[in-house]
């Protein structure tokens, strides 16, 4: 069946450095993959979108690359900030999204 | 612009009962997909509906039910409601193969 796994661990880091991310999927061939951001009590809020021919896809301080030979999906937020605290959700889409657990990540000051 | 909205934002539900989520797309999206997130993890496909018909439907009892209606809008009923149906529901809205716009979510407690 399809898996889609992401950092199983909360993940803490310092303001400033870069925080990265890690989606892996299994079992599945997705058309492309989607990053959300989802902050307690509130509904996931779309990040960025990458497609199977892509590589790499950049939004300001937010980079996705997408392998799939590997069947990996790594998301790095660089010069990160304590407002960047939240749930990231990796989803991947093959007819409809399918979401991760997601990873929490907290920004110290 | 108003984004995708759900009512109630809350809710209370007795086991046995039955409820019925609504849920209003952003102007112009003709997809709805309806999603069940519980604590600590991550929303949970329920259905799809794209101009008013399903299109996907994920792995949930026949106690789940969905419609969209002409205006795009949408509802979830779900019937015999077990304490394990607690959860966040989630309804997105999108154009054709995009982003998904997700609204705020209903909370939803069976006692």
């Known amino acids: 069946s399809q898996k889609i796994e992401q950092n199983s661990e909360a993940l803490n880091i310092q303001e400033g450095k870069t925080a990265t991310l890690t989606c892996n999927y299994t079992n599945y061939s997705p058309a492309y993959l989607q990053w959300y951001r989802q902050d307690p009590g509130r509904g996931p809020v779309f990040l960025l979108l990458?497609?199977?021919?892509?590589k790499e896809k950049r939004k300001e301080r937010l980079k996705v690359t997408f392998d799939t030979t590997l069947k990996q999906s790594l998301f790095h937020i660089t010069a990160s900030q304590p407002a960047d605290s939240a749930t990231y959700l990796c989803a991947p889409f093959r007819g409809q999204l399918t979401f991760g657990s997601g990873t929490q990540l907290t920004v110290l000051p | 612009d108003a984004g995708v909205t759900q009512s109630p934002t809350h809710l209370i539900k007795t086991r046995g009962q039955h409820v019925t989520l609504r849920c209003s797309p952003i102007?112009?999206?003709?997809?709805v997909s309806w999603y069940q997130q519980v604590l600590g993890q991550g929303p949970q496909f329920i259905f799809q509906y794209y101009e008013k018909e399903e299109r996907g439907r994920g792995n949930f009892p026949d106690r789940f039910s969905a419609r969209q209606f002409p205006n795009y809008s949408s509802e979830l009923n779900v019937n015999a409601l077990l304490l394990g149906d607690s959860a966040l529901y989630l309804c997105?809205?999108?154009?054709?193969?995009?982003?998904?716009?997700f609204g705020q979510g209903t909370r939803l407690t069976v006692v």
């Open positions: 997105a809205s999108s154009l054709a193969q995009a982003e998904a716009f």
């Open positions: 102007s112009g999206h003709k997809s």
């Open positions: 990458i497609r199977e021919n892509e």
